[in-house]
């Protein structure tokens, strides 16, 4: 289903937010494996800014994760298990090989992320159906996140911005 369109039925509406909690175990995955994947002199070389937003950025996307997955247990639905993302992640991406490397993906996923939401919201808010969850509590949940990866986009930006 595409995103243009309206969301008109629980089982639509579970299905994307259970891509929502794919797209944040990736992201998860990838900043909490960033550091662990880059050459030791890369690894020594990274500044304290740079772990603190990888470190953020995980438990951040651990958060939405679960916020998402209550969301989708209302919906009495299930979800995939981190760990099992988490180790097609390890098989899939290849690791960064410098800090720009690092910050280019991790920016890459906080856009992707925002852009996922906020087309999530317009197809929810163009739809006039009834949810088994209620839209406000929905909504709600879904602008926070979504003002949360717009944070993480500026946050990369102005890191990047400073290494320039």
Same mark, same amino acid.
């Given at each position: 289903?595409?995103?243009?369109?309206?969301?008109?039925?629980?089982?639509?509406?579970?299905?994307?937010?259970?891509?929502?909690?794919?797209?944040?175990?990736?992201?998860?995955?990838? *900043? *909490? =494996?960033?550091?662990?994947?880059?050459?030791?002199?890369?690894?020594?070389?990274?500044?304290?800014?740079?772990?603190?937003?990888?470190?953020?950025?995980?438990?951040?996307?651990?958060? =939405?994760?679960?916020?998402?997955?209550?969301?989708?247990?209302?919906?009495? *639905? #299930?979800?995939?298990?981190?760990?099992?993302?988490? *180790?097609?992640?390890?098989?899939?991406?290849?690791?960064?090989?410098?800090?720009?490397?690092?910050?280019?993906?991790?920016?890459?996923?906080?856009?992707?992320?925002?852009? &996922?939401? #906020? #087309?999530?919201? #317009?197809?929810?808010?163009?739809?006039?159906?009834? &949810?088994?969850?209620?839209?406000?509590?929905?909504?709600?949940?879904?602008?926070?996140?979504?003002?949360?990866?717009?944070?993480?986009?500026?946050?990369?930006?102005?890191?990047?911005?400073?290494?320039?």
């Amino acid at each position: 289903m595409s995103l243009g369109q309206r969301v008109s039925s629980d089982h639509q509406l579970t299905r994307l937010l259970q891509i929502g909690v794919v797209l944040e175990e990736v992201v998860e995955s990838r *900043a *909490a =494996h960033h550091l662990d994947s880059l050459p030791p002199e890369e690894r020594a070389a990274i500044d304290e800014e740079v772990r603190e937003l990888l470190e953020e950025a995980a438990d951040e996307s651990a958060d =939405h994760r679960e916020r998402l997955e209550a969301l989708i247990d209302d919906l009495e *639905a #299930d979800t995939v298990a981190y760990e099992e993302i988490n *180790a097609l992640v390890d098989a899939q991406y290849g690791p960064p090989e410098d800090t720009d490397g690092v910050l280019y993906d991790q920016l890459a996923n906080e856009e992707t992320a925002y852009k &996922f939401y #906020d #087309d999530l919201i #317009d197809a929810i808010e163009a739809s006039d159906g009834e &949810f088994a969850i209620e839209r406000e509590r929905l909504l709600e949940t879904l602008y926070e996140i979504r003002e949360e990866e717009k944070e993480g986009v500026e946050e990369v930006t102005e890191i990047m911005e400073h290494r320039a």
